[in-house]
């Protein structure tokens, strides 16, 4: 089945630093994927979608300026929380659906889970 | 706009019980529904894809139905076992290429 890569699984960083998650599909094209995110205890949430060679749409609430998604390719979106604060410790994980399936599920990574120190 | 429950939130039962989590959503256009397992630290484990034409799935002791006209869905655990502890999420997946995940059940099997 498809298959989407996520690094890296653990990272933990500075306060004030940038930290860059990549998400890939490995066999297949992918126009769109999707961030999530999950602080301790909650649920998955939507962050964003990330559009191949045009801007990433965010949802109500997430600072694009702050988590900036680069869709450069058609198998690589990239995630990069920017001057990473405590606050900002999390679950990210990223999904993206296969066209070759009429794009009739979606494949997520393996996760990240970010530190901020 | 769609939005996923889950019930109960915990649940705490001996060894050997069998056991039922529920989840349920507004929107019944969706295309599939996803039961998956999270222990705790770690990533999302797919159990059972149901597909929105189906109306169940099976793996093992695990049994997920669908009623997508009730916006429905169940988990079935049967002979529950301590290594079932974990965190259980359903997500339902729309043609907008979005999941929706429910807030999850912890799962407590106790020896």
């Known amino acids: 089945g498809a298959v989407v890569s996520q690094h890296p699984s653990r990272v933990i960083c500075k306060s004030g630093t940038s930290v860059k998650i990549e998400c890939r599909s490995l066999d297949f094209q992918a126009t769109t994927m999707f961030w999530y995110r999950q602080f301790p205890k909650q649920s998955l949430m939507l962050m964003a979608t990330?559009?191949?060679?045009?801007?990433?749409?965010?949802e109500q609430g997430v600072e694009k300026d702050k988590f900036l998604i680069n869709h450069a390719s058609l198998t690589l979106s990239t995630l990069t929380v920017t001057s990473a604060h405590p606050e900002d410790s999390s679950f990210y994980i990223c999904?993206?659906?296969?066209?070759?399936?009429?794009?009739?599920?979606?494949?997520f990574g393996q996760g990240t889970r970010l530190t901020v120190v | 706009k769609q939005e996923v429950t889950q019930i109960p939130a915990a649940l705490s039962v001996p060894e050997g019980e069998n056991l039922v989590l529920n989840c349920s959503f507004t929107?019944?256009?969706?295309?599939?529904l996803q039961w998956f397992r999270q222990d705790p630290g770690k990533g999302l484990t797919s159990l059972l894809l149901?597909?929105?034409?189906?109306r169940e799935q099976t793996s093992g002791r695990l049994n997920a139905s669908l009623d997508k006209s009730s916006g429905r869905s169940t988990l079935y655990i049967a002979a529950s076992q301590p290594g079932d502890s974990a965190t259980y999420l359903c997500?339902?997946?729309?043609?907008?290429?979005?999941?929706?995940f429910g807030d999850g059940t912890t799962l407590t099997v106790k020896p």
């Open positions: 149901i597909q929105s034409s189906q």
């Open positions: 929107d019944s256009a969706i295309y599939n």
């Open positions: 999904s993206a659906s296969d066209p070759r399936q009429m794009n009739t599920e979606a494949f």
């Open positions: 997500a339902v997946y729309t043609n907008a290429g979005k999941s929706t």
């Open positions: 990330s559009n191949e060679g045009s801007k990433a749409t965010y």
